[in-house]
């Protein structure tokens, strides 16, 4: 089965970049999803195709996928987006869908 | 205001069952895929189940498939997951979610707990 392999943690400081990676095998031919989940709340999508965003999603939030790697891209980071972060494909050879672990994005 | 709102989760013990709901409101749920995906406490997102618009198509984990079944009821704006032969790794927060690759709509979840 497919498989996607995020960093556990990340550290940031306010106003710094984050880059959160997610690893599958040629994941470039894939769409990726990023969802952020903040403690008690419901997933919430942040990047859709690659790099759409949603509606109400700060133009903070970008993404790029290229090869066996997808990044997700948070300029200018702020307390409130301390969250756990997930990326997200659907496997059409064993058409399931597929999560990477989640990465736990700390502000210092 | 467009929501997803999940029912039927609770306390069950193992080799029970439970029938878990998702009512929409705000948008006609018959023109969209949707997908079951859980969270174990403390763990990460799985995702469980797909049905497509029309029921035609329909998906599960392998952790699950032969003891849960999803169905839909479009006149009743409806997702449903009846879950047979449960066993404690069942439990886990059970959202539904919109879509056919990535979910761009959830709810807020519903409860399972297996636990004798």
């Known amino acids: 089965s497919y498989v996607l392999t995020q960093p556990p943690s990340v550290s940031v400081a306010p106003g710094q970049t984050a880059g959160i990676t997610c690893g599958g095998i040629?994941?470039?031919?894939?769409?990726v999803y990023w969802y952020q989940q903040r403690p008690g709340q419901a997933p919430v999508l942040v990047v859709g195709?690659?790099?759409d965003r949603p509606s109400g999603i700060p133009d903070r939030f970008s993404g790029s996928n290229s090869g066996n790697t997808a990044t997700l891209t948070i300029t200018k980071v702020e307390a409130g987006d301390e969250a756990d972060y997930y990326c997200?494909?659907?496997?059409?050879?064993?058409?399931?869908?597929?999560f990477g672990g989640g990465t736990k994005l700390t502000v210092l | 205001e467009v929501q997803l709102v999940e029912s039927g989760g609770g306390l069950v013990q193992p080799g029970g069952s439970l029938r878990l709901s998702c009512a929409a409101s705000?948008?006609?749920?018959?023109?969209?895929?949707m997908n079951w995906v859980r969270q174990a406490p403390g763990k990460g997102l799985e995702w469980v189940s797909y049905?497509?618009?029309?029921?035609?198509?329909?998906y599960y984990a392998d952790s699950v498939k032969g003891r849960f079944t999803i169905s839909r009821d479009n006149a009743k704006n409806s997702l449903y997951l009846q879950m047979n032969s449960l066993r404690a790794e069942d439990t886990a927060l059970y959202y539904c979610?919109?879509?056919?690759?990535?979910?761009?709509?959830w709810g807020q979840g519903t409860m399972v707990t297996v636990s004798s």
């Open positions: 979610a919109r879509g056919v690759d990535g979910f761009d709509l």
């Open positions: 705000g948008i006609t749920l018959r023109i969209y895929s």
């Open positions: 049905i497509s618009s029309s029921g035609n198509n329909i």
């Open positions: 040629n994941i470039g031919s894939k769409n």
């Open positions: 195709d690659d790099s």
């Open positions: 997200q494909v659907w496997d059409s050879l064993s058409d399931h869908g597929v």
